[in-house]
């Protein structure tokens, strides 16, 4: 796994974009170094690993927008959709965003959404279907419903 999260900060590099902080592995305690250290990545493009494949990795993509939907745009011009994060101070932005995004997940003012009680699952080519939750038997269940008239 760690050799996937340095192709893609590597593959940014040579692209042009600029490591804020980390981009390297890291050695914890006399371990061997099977760590990435915690990435930021500014000035990537849609054409970069980072962008066109999931990282699952310490690696954050950031970059400034215009406005809304910009980057509403720019965050669903991809083929996965596991989880989004964003965080604003106006609870109208909040709704609109979170509604817009096309994403199993949304961390809006949360860099951990994740909970045993939360449906847990992406959209696209993240995923199909959901763990966790009361929803997780959804995929499981055929709903039917019968109206019977009696006489």
């Not at 061997?32 to 980072?50: C, D, K, N, Q």
């Not at 909970?115 to 847990?120: D, K, L, R, S, V």
Request: charged share 25%; hydrophobic share 40%.
């Amino acid at each position: 796994a760690v050799e996937k999260v340095e192709q893609h900060v590597e593959d940014a590099r040579a692209g042009g974009a600029t490591v804020r902080t980390g981009g390297a592995r890291v050695t914890i305690d006399g371990l061997s170094p099977r760590f990435y250290a915690p990435t930021i990545l500014e000035g990537f493009t849609s054409e970069m690993l980072v962008n066109r494949e999931e990282t699952f990795g310490p690696v954050a993509p950031v970059r400034s927008f215009r406005d809304e939907t910009e980057v509403i745009e720019w965050a669903n011009n991809s083929p996965f959709g596991l989880a989004a994060y964003f965080y604003t101070r106006d609870a109208s932005r909040l709704m609109r965003v979170a509604e817009a995004l096309e994403y199993g997940i949304i961390g809006a003012n949360d860099g951990a959404p994740s909970t045993a009680q939360a449906p847990f699952g992406g959209m696209k080519q993240s995923g199909f279907g959901r763990e966790g939750g009361k929803h997780v038997m959804h995929e499981y269940v055929d709903v039917k419903y019968v109206s019977w008239g009696l006489r």
